[in-house]
């Protein structure tokens, strides 16, 4: 994984880099 941060209500979004080194925006509820 990379970095979390708040996202706009109230969750979570992680960013990742993927293998092929693409970036990825994951949501992760909460």
């Known amino acids: 994984g990379g ?3 708040l ?3 109230g969750g979570v979004s ?3 880099i993927t293998a092929t080194n ?3 925006l ?4 909460v």
């Open 22 to 24: 693409m970036m990825v």
């Open 14 to 16: 992680c960013l990742e």
């Open 7 to 9: 996202s706009g209500r």
């Open 3 to 5: 970095y979390c941060f």
């Open 26 to 29: 994951r949501p992760i509820a």
